[in-house]
């Protein structure tokens, strides 16, 4: 069984920074494409940004240039340091993985974490 478990988040003023982090725990073979997700209240969820297993990096038009995506392939972490905060990126932010387990690839996603910025 594989389980994420994400951090992090909390209440910040806008302009703040705030940084998450997601480790993957379990029977794991490999991980491949690691990614954040938001969900803000009354809205779809949508993708900020994902990462490849050789760091290669992907992001929201929104976020961009203010939100940085990492990992640490060794400890099975993803991180998502967000800067220059915004009443906008208040949300519930999900990490997600795929994730080889016995060989088979599956997608797995965290609790949640809230972040919630005030203006």
């Known amino acids: 069984q594989v389980q994420l478990v994400e951090s992090g988040g909390g209440l910040v003023q806008a302009g703040g920074s705030l940084r998450l982090s997601c480790t993957a725990s379990g029977s794991i073979l490999s991980i491949d494409l690691m990614a954040w997700y938001r969900r803000a209240p009354g809205k779809q969820r949508e993708l900020v940004a994902h990462i490849s297993p050789e760091s290669s990096t992907n992001y929201a038009d929104s976020v961009k240039g203010r939100f940085t995506i990492s990992r640490d392939n060794a400890k099975n972490t993803v991180y998502l340091q967000m800067n220059s905060l915004k009443p906008e990126d208040t949300a519930v932010y999900y990490c997600?993985?795929?994730?080889?387990?016995?060989?088979?690839?599956?997608?797995?996603w965290g609790q949640g974490t809230q972040v919630t910025v005030s203006s």
């Open positions: 997600q993985a795929v994730i080889a387990t016995l060989g088979i690839w599956d997608s797995y």
